[in-house]
T-cell receptor, first 115, second 114 residues
């Protein structure tokens, strides 16, 4: 089954404790992206990657890191989480041929709470 | 399941009715628009898109209308079913800037009663 898989789905952590949210897709997509979703703000892009070893900042990259060492994986790293990073996070992917469309394939989300 | 937000505008309809969900956009340079559906506990799912050289596009049970004069987009769902209950949001883009420049709206919750 074609899918984007995120882990963990739910996490409660404390300020300053490094964490990684993993994202893996099995559709051979070149493009991958991370978004956060907060009430009243809609989806906001954190980072995106056009292909292996190619990443770039989105609209709200502060406090996050990413890496793209393999095509299928795009982990989101919070080196020192803070309470304002409490949010619902989504990973998405698609083919570069869909570059002129918005047809993204999303994971099911990771709910992160930072105390 | 995961929730998008507690204070979204809500549209409540009866099963079988037609639903119309509206979206206003602000950037007059936007020329590509998408509708997504987000069910509880799931990620957004692409429904339909439309480019600015069109004012109407139809899919299966869904129609998107674009009024560039007033910068307004709507999603019409025919014969709404309980499975259509979800949060719907639009996204806008400027042609040739790629999907990495999508700007997402905050959404409308659709509740369908049997």
């Amino acid at each position: 089954e074609a899918q984007v898989t995120q882990n963990p789905r739910y996490l409660i952590t404390v300020t300053g404790k490094k964490l990684t949210v993993t994202c893996s897709q099995n559709m051979n997509h070149e493009y991958m992206s991370w978004y956060r979703q907060d009430p009243g703000l809609g989806l906001r892009q954190i980072y995106y990657s056009m292909n292996v070893e190619v990443t770039d900042k989105g609209d709200v990259p502060e406090g996050y890191k990413v890496s793209r060492k393999e095509k299928r994986n795009f982990p989101l790293i919070l080196e020192s989480p803070s309470p304002n990073q409490t949010s619902l996070y989504f990973c998405a992917s698609t083919y570069l041929q869909l570059a002129n469309t918005g047809e993204l394939f999303f994971g099911e989300g990771s709910r992160l709470t930072v105390l | 399941g995961e929730s998008v937000g507690l204070h979204l505008p809500t549209l409540s309809v009866q099963e079988g009715d037609n639903s119309i969900i509206n979206c206003a956009y602000s950037n007059s340079a936007s020329d590509y628009f998408i509708w997504y559906k987000q069910e509880s506990g799931k990620g957004p799912q692409f429904i339909i898109d439309i480019r600015s050289n069109m004012d109407k596009r139809q899919g299966q049970r869904v129609t998107v209308l674009l009024n560039k004069t007033v910068k307004h987009l709507s999603l019409q769902i025919a014969a709404t079913q309980p499975g259509d209950s979800a949060v719907y949001f639009c996204a806008e883009n400027i042609e040739n800037t790629g999907f990495q420049k999508l700007v997402f709206g905050t959404g409308t919750r659709l509740l369908v009663s049997p």
